[in-house]
């Protein structure tokens, strides 16, 4: 059963950078994408953006210019770095896997079935 | 980008009752070459991560109470909670991931107990 486990720094101050990495535990990257969501403090679902494990990458352009998104294979993990943080960032960031099924030679993503726990980032001078 | 907007923001169901939450999209998120609708719904309880309950807009995942169904098709959708547990008490999103990024959410239903 894949377990995602994610860590990084939970208080930052305004224009310091946010940097979060999540680990793939019982399973590999490969095959899948991974994508990173936040949850401000009484506000919806926000989507990041996403890699696979080739580095095939899509952001959500509202954030891209101080987004980053990497893959490392050999540790089986992928990262998160946002720039120029500010209050507007304070949020739950969680990572989380593309859920994927297979048709005859095609697969589809169908949503996000595989969740960290959870990073409780607090941007405050 | 494809906004997704859900109704009502709230609501306060007894329990036993049926809980009804509607999601609408700015455009269609059914894709006609393998007819599949492009929307999930998620629960999220507090200090918890979300968790995938209906995919391709009526399929429900593994593990989810049957009590949960998902129906619409193109740009309106409905998730159904039969028969309101308290477990159930929790914010449900609907979220697109038709064609291209951003994937969106709507803004969330919270569910309580009436």
């Known amino acids: 059963q894949v377990q995602l486990q994610q860590w990084g720094a939970g208080l930052l101050k305004p224009s310091e950078t946010l940097s979060l990495t999540c680990e793939v535990y019982?399973?590999?990257?490969?095959?899948?994408?991974w994508t990173w969501i936040r949850q401000s403090p009484g506000k919806g679902l926000e989507w990041i953006g996403e890699i696979n494990h080739s580095g095939s990458i899509n952001h959500n352009p509202s954030l891209k210019s101080r987004v980053t998104i990497s893959v490392d294979t050999s540790k089986n993990q992928f990262s998160l770095k946002m720039t120029s943080v500010t209050a507007a960032d304070t949020a739950v960031y969680y990572c989380a896997r593309w859920a994927r099924q297979q048709v005859l030679n095609n697969y589809y993503y169908y949503g996000m079935d595989v969740w960290g726990q959870g990073t409780t980032v607090i941007v405050s001078s | 980008d494809i906004v997704v907007t859900q109704s009502p923001d709230s609501l306060a169901v007894s329990l036993g009752e049926r809980a009804t939450i509607n999601c609408k999209s700015s455009q269609s998120v059914l894709y006609s070459s393998n007819n599949k609708n492009y929307l999930a719904w998620y629960q999220v309880k507090p200090g918890q991560p979300p968790k995938l309950l209906i995919y391709w807009a009526s399929t429900r995942e593994s593990g989810v109470p049957d009590r949960f169904s998902g129906s619409g098709s193109g740009t309106d959708f409905t998730l159904t909670i039969s028969s309101l547990q308290a477990e159930d008490v929790a914010v449900y999103y609907c979220h697109h991931y038709y064609s291209i990024p951003p994937w969106t959410f709507g803004q969330g239903t919270k569910v309580e107990i009436k």
């Open positions: 019982g399973g590999s990257l490969s095959g899948y994408y």
